[in-house]
């Protein structure tokens, strides 16, 4: 066999070969995909379900100092964040320690509340007095809400943690497509 003829016969093996050696990398990339979807979570959230293991049950946080604010806060156009059982005493302390969040994140169900996530709050302008750049937790940092804000609070700083239910566009997003307020019952007067 000439170089040329041999050149054309592996070439054309390898354009035969191609469909082939595309498939099997489109198999093995799919067939890990799932794997990829289901990674262990940030430390961050495993130590948080471990600080607030014991909120589960929403009879807990009234005694721990925890009481609901705001009613159930849905998204501008998408997702919710739930009812916030908040801790005024630990946002008015000026610190975040990842033991303590300022407020535990229930969604309603019925008359029942699941816990889904906690946020870190603290004072804008006490933070900033008391520290040379915004908090940042584990390597997250958090976010500024400006007054005025829906909350009718000053300048904060915050960082939810979605701990117990996975928010699809991440952990540590305000809003979560996985959160409804729409179970919520009222009750009757």
């Not at 809003?175 to 007067?189: A, K, M, Y």
Request: hydrophobic letters at 40%; aromatic letters at 10%; one cysteine or more.
């Amino acid at each position: 066999m000439s170089h040329m003829t041999t050149w054309i016969y592996s070439s054309a093996k390898v354009v035969l070969a191609l469909p082939l050696l595309t498939s099997l990398i489109a198999t093995s990339a799919s067939a890990q995909e799932p794997h990829s979807m289901h990674h262990a979570p940030a430390q961050l959230v495993e130590d948080v379900r471990e600080a607030t293991q014991q909120f589960i049950d929403v009879n807990n946080a009234g005694p721990a100092g925890y009481a609901p604010a705001f009613g159930c806060v849905t998204g501008p156009d998408h997702g919710a964040m739930g009812i916030h059982y908040v801790n005024m005493k630990l946002v008015g302390d000026g610190k975040i320690e990842k033991e303590y969040p300022e407020a535990l994140i229930y969604e309603p169900v019925g008359n029942r509340r699941k816990l889904v996530g906690v946020e870190y709050i603290v004072d804008a302008a006490t933070w900033m007095k008391n520290n040379g750049a915004p908090p940042t937790l584990d390597g997250q940092d958090f976010q500024l809400v400006p007054a005025p804000n829906r909350f009718q609070l000053p300048d904060f700083f915050e960082l939810h943690v979605w701990a117990w239910r996975d928010n699809p566009n991440g952990a540590f997003v305000d809003w979560n497509n996985s959160v409804t307020c729409e179970q919520l019952q009222v009750p009757e007067e």
